[in-house]
């Protein structure tokens, strides 16, 4: 049975932190030693304006910033030391070591999502459809586009049959096999060869990766999706502009998909505009258009809610799970940097210095400089304000209260104030 929480029952739910109460302790651009970009001169190091006593003590940071004046940043995806950015100029552009690799062009639609499965690349794009793309492997900078979701010979042979058309709008029908808006979201199993896909039409689709069929349409929700991930336990949760999270079973029989509702975790006013899960699929985490991220603890077979995570002044618009680690993007241009201790989040971030919303985020181990005592991780994070930076995450790191208490830092307090929205 699905089982929801009111407005009244998250209104009594304590938060495990909240970075307001320690707004003058941020880590920002101007504090951390910058790697500049291709297209900018190299700035001298500055200054920070508080520094840890112990040099022993690892420190997050900025380590570079990549700008190409031409669209703002909607999607990121990283793989091994390349980097895809998708922006609103149709470019997909990759980077190696802070430096532009290669870039290749989509015909129409701006790139929302990107992911990255073997040799294969997927983008989702305002024009509802998922392309697909492959590296020559006589030159790995050459990328060659190998298809489109739905394949246009499944279209064909699907228009023919009357009972593969469902209705969209009202007096408008589209085939079940096609997204009809905007590809929001992407996300993988890779372990059964499954990509999700999630649109604002309302739905989410199923795709197998090895021929590119659709195997399911799924109505997911009342408004638009804005969120799709998948964990490795067999569950798919979805985010919606309606203000829901659900939760769905996958189920097999042959070759035959299909997903079953068994849980609603939220029910609100604002929407969902983000989710992520962590590797072991036993915590997920929801951000809303009101700057809050709650988040979910499994405990047998359902979840339970564990908390909100008040860091934002204006809406999350992405988040991404590493390692004891969880990282929120948002509209307020800052990165919370969230670690989970059992059944606490400290934050032991801020990272500051876009002059745009945080749209989206990529985090990458940083193989180099982990060690068994020290986990650490490379992060990525795209704006609206056209560039990318790149920052270096540990997970030692003290938080932001351990910090205060330190040495008093400068600094301002931040103003509160949701940021209504549908559509992300």
């Avoid at 940071?61 to 004046?69: A, C, N, Q, T, Y």
């Avoid at 100029?89 to 073997?118: D, Q, T, Y």
């Avoid at 007096?171 to 997204?179: D, E, M, P, S, Y």
């Avoid at 203000?243 to 097999?252: A, D, E, Y």
Wanted: hydrophobic letters at 35%; one cysteine or more.
């Amino acid at each position: 049975m699905a089982s929801t929480m009111n407005d009244e029952q998250f209104g009594g739910r304590a938060s495990n932190f909240s970075v307001h109460e320690n707004a003058n302790n941020r880590i920002s651009c101007d504090g951390s030693p910058m790697l500049m970009s291709p297209w900018n001169q190299m700035n001298p190091f500055t200054q920070s304006e508080w520094s840890v006593s112990s040099q022993d003590i690892p420190q997050n940071g900025l380590i570079g910033s990549l700008v190409r004046e031409e669209g703002h940043i909607y999607s990121l995806a990283a793989n091994g030391d390349l980097l895809y950015t998708g922006s609103d100029s149709k470019n997909i552009r990759v980077w190696k070591n802070m430096e532009e690799f290669s870039a290749f062009k989509s015909n129409s639609g701006l790139v929302k999502s990107i992911i990255i499965c073997g040799e294969k690349i997927f983008t989702g794009h305002q024009d509802g459809k998922v392309r697909v793309w492959k590296t020559d492997p006589r030159d790995p900078s050459v990328h060659r586009r190998s298809g489109t979701l739905p394949k246009v010979m499944d279209i064909l042979k699907s228009s023919i049959l009357p009972r593969n058309y469902v209705e969209v709008k009202r007096n408008k029908t589209a085939l079940w096999i096609k997204h009809w808006d905007a590809v929001s979201s992407l996300s993988m199993c890779e372990e059964h060869g499954f990509l999700y896909s999630a649109s604002w039409d309302r739905t989410f689709k199923v795709w197998r990766i090895e021929n590119s069929r659709c195997l399911e349409s799924v109505k997911a929700h009342d408004d638009a999706v804005n969120a799709v991930v998948s964990s490795v336990d067999g569950m798919v949760y979805s985010g919606s502009a309606d203000g829901t999270i659900n939760v769905w079973k996958r189920s097999s029989r042959g070759r035959a998909v299909r997903h079953e509702l068994v849980q609603t975790l939220l029910k609100q006013e604002c929407a969902v505009t983000a989710l992520a899960v962590n590797a072991s699929g036993s915590v997920v985490y929801g951000g809303s258009s009101d700057g809050l991220v709650n988040f979910w603890e499994r405990e047998k077979e359902v979840m339970t809610h564990g908390g909100v995570l008040k860091g934002h002044t204006l809406a999350v618009l992405c988040l991404a799970a590493a390692g004891n680690l969880v990282f929120s993007g948002s509209a307020d241009k800052n990165i919370c940097v969230w670690r989970r201790e059992g059944n606490a989040h400290n934050c032991l971030s801020l990272l500051t210095g876009h002059t745009g919303p945080v749209k989206c985020l990529a985090v990458a181990e940083d193989k180099k400089k982990s060690t068994a005592n020290d986990q650490r991780w490379v992060v990525y994070s795209g704006s609206l304000d056209k560039s990318i930076k790149v920052w270096s995450v540990s997970e030692m790191a003290p938080d932001l209260q351990q910090i205060s208490m330190m040495q008093q830092p400068a600094g301002g307090d931040f103003p509160w104030g949701p940021m209504p929205s549908l559509k992300y």
